[in-house]
């Protein structure tokens, strides 16, 4: 899973900003930029699942504003996956008790899936993805660095 960043020069600094998730923007260098935008995004996101709301699905975006450059930033595997389940939960309108009782677990496991800093086990994420209709599914990919746009 990954979100999409719109970075740009801001002087001598370099900022990424999440069109999909309001507010969530940060600061870097060009050398860091990748890992500093992905911690805030995943802090972003985290702050919104503990607090108990769901955030955002991330969006296809094929371009950026002048002066940006559009920048793939992943998400790591555990977030992604309390986000899945949240996102799945919410979308059929169940509680996480009812879809404990679908998938044959306890609401308190329910829970700790969508905590995104348990570390579930794979048979029980799909366990309950199997609950949801859902599929688990596993892929390793390239991360690619994030591209600065030039100085003027």
């Known amino acids: 899973m990954q979100y ?39 802090g972003w996101l985290e702050a919104h699942l503990v607090g108990g709301q769901i955030p955002p ?11 940006a450059k559009l920048a793939p930033i992943p998400v790591r595997a555990g977030l992604a996956v309390s986000l899945t389940l949240r996102w799945a939960r919410s979308e059929l309108g169940l509680t996480q008790t009812e879809l404990g009782k679908r998938a044959g677990v306890t609401q308190q496991q329910i829970a700790k899936l969508e905590d995104p800093d348990e570390n579930p086990s794979i048979l029980t994420v799909e366990k309950v993805a199997k609950a949801l209709g859902l599929a688990l599914n596993v892929s390793l990919t390239e991360v690619l660095p994030v591209q600065v746009p030039k100085r003027r």
């Open 57 to 67: 699905k991330p969006q296809e975006h094929v371009g950026a504003p002048q002066g």
């Open 4 to 42: 999409y960043a719109y970075i740009r020069r801001e002087g001598r600094h370099v900022l990424a900003e999440f069109p999909d998730c309001p507010g969530c923007q940060t600061f870097g260098t060009a050398d860091d930029i990748g890992d500093v935008a992905r911690e805030a995004l995943e």
